[in-house]
């Protein structure tokens, strides 16, 4: 695999759109998925250009959109085939109620429920209506039906209804439909794995309000979490400090302190097959956490501190130690110290990368040391890096 700054094609999707409010969400997905990398052609059913405009998406996808059977412009004037055929997967998103029934009963009566009939590729879906009609028991007999003939269902979600009702069947944010499509393209490099990983920095408070941290958005630990869960891995994610909200489908664990981080890693090594430390982990705690407000009364104040454990040093030395990655931001001599770190936790893999460059940024630039020497990758969203990581990691098991 080769990172390089030009966007690698993820895959080519077929976006189906049939009638509900939800079609508005499609515009936004078709914007996140080229934005990520997918080639998308969309096919909307005609209720479905009565909630959004194929123009929108033709404008979105820089593709004209099809939408009938008939349509002379493709040479074989087959579209259903042709169109199948291109493709990678196919996603209905929004799928209403009624094109589900369709679909199991294999209906073709349009462009979009011919060429899922004909298809020979995935197909994921994502439903989206009113409350009731997801309760229906003609409705959760069709979404069994489709799970068993094979077909991926991608939520639905849980809130607020156009209709003004609460509950189960509105369509999956576009979002989390993106990264849903990214693991289904994912190759599984990790199936059957266990990988703990820790991201973000530690807080050491002072006081209730105080505390020393390091410098870390968490990104890059989270951007790894994801990418093994896409991989098929039993992701366990111990979360220090940061604003993100963690990626979907992996076990969390919240450790601010140093300490708290080194017992939540101790407590849940076993059984792991990969130990990935990203977190920015403080090396020092103060020697006493005042249980007040620390006030402005001295003209200075020291602040004794001691260390703390190292805790990809203590699981790398363990009798049975998992496969151990390390992160080194140096910002000086960066190849010279981040192998001296790799040599002296005993890792076989490190990530090297220039402190500063990267903090807080979606993108980032390493280097992957480990015993036949340096690879470097360029630089690259830190969801790239990820799976570039994890792909030489994956090698090298
Ligand atoms: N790490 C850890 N526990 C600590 C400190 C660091 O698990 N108490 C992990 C980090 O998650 C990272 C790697 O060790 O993977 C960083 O190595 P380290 O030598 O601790 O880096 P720095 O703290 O930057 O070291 P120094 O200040 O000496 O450069």
């Known amino acids: 695999m080769h990172a390089n700054n030009q966007k690698r094609l993820l895959g080519k999707l077929v976006l189906g759109i049939t009638g509900g409010i939800a079609a508005y969400k499609a515009a936004e997905l078709v914007r996140l998925l080229v934005k990520a990398g997918f080639e998308v052609q969309v096919v909307m059913t005609n209720a479905a250009c009565q909630f959004i405009t ?47 029934a369709k ?25 989206a209506m009113n409350k009731q009609m ?73 006081d209730p309000v105080r505390a020393i941290t390091n410098l870390s958005s968490g990104k890059m630990g ?3 979490a994801q990418v093994a869960a ?47 430390a990203v977190a920015a982990v403080a090396d020092y705690r103060p020697v006493t956490q005042q249980p007040e407000k620390i006030k402005k009364n001295a003209s200075t104040l020291s602040i004794s501190l001691t260390r703390n454990k190292d805790i990809l040093a203590e699981v790398a030395s363990l009798p049975n130690a998992p496969f151990c990655v390390g992160f080194a931001a140096e910002t000086e001599n960066l190849l010279e110290y ?39 990758l360029v630089r690259a969203p830190k969801i790239d890096i990820a799976r570039l990581l994890l792909a030489h990691l994956a090698g090298m098991l």
Not at 103 to 127: I, K, Y
Not at 242 to 267: F, H, Q, R
Request: charged share 20%; aromatic share 4%; with cysteine.
């Open 222 to 224: 989270y951007a790894i």
């Open 54 to 100: 194929p123009v929108t998406m033709q404008a979105l996808s820089g593709k004209p959109v099809f939408i009938d059977m008939w349509d002379s412009s493709i040479s074989n004037g087959m579209p259903h085939i042709e169109l199948s055929r291109n493709a990678d997967a196919i996603l209905v998103a929004p799928a209403s109620a009624d094109f589900m």
């Open 103 to 127: 679909l199991v009963q294999g209906r073709a009566d349009d462009l979009l429920s011919t060429l899922c009939l004909a298809r020979n590729c995935p197909l994921l879906v994502a439903p």
């Open 134 to 206: 997801w309760e229906n028991p003609a409705t959760q007999r069709n979404i069994n039906q489709l799970k068993a003939d094979g077909i991926s269902i991608l939520g639905p979600d849980c809130g607020e209804q156009a209709c003004g009702e609460v509950g189960l069947g509105r369509m999956l944010e576009a979002e989390a439909l993106l990264a849903l499509v990214n693991a289904h393209f994912t190759p599984k490099l990790l199936a059957g794995k266990r990988v703990l990983i820790t991201a973000g920095a530690t807080l050491e408070m002072l």
């Open 338 to 376: 981040a192998e001296a770190k790799r040599q002296a936790k005993k890792l076989p893999l490190i990530v090297a990368n220039l402190a500063g460059e990267a903090l807080g940024s979606d993108e980032n630039s390493v280097t992957l040391l480990d015993k036949n020497g340096a690879h470097p």
């Open 230 to 276: 896409d991989m098929g891995a039993e992701v366990t994610l111990v979360i220090g400090a940061t604003a993100l909200s963690a990626p979907a489908g992996v076990n969390k664990i919240s450790a601010i302190s140093a300490n708290e981080m080194y017992d939540a890693v101790m407590s849940n090594i076993i059984q792991q097959d990969i130990f990935i």
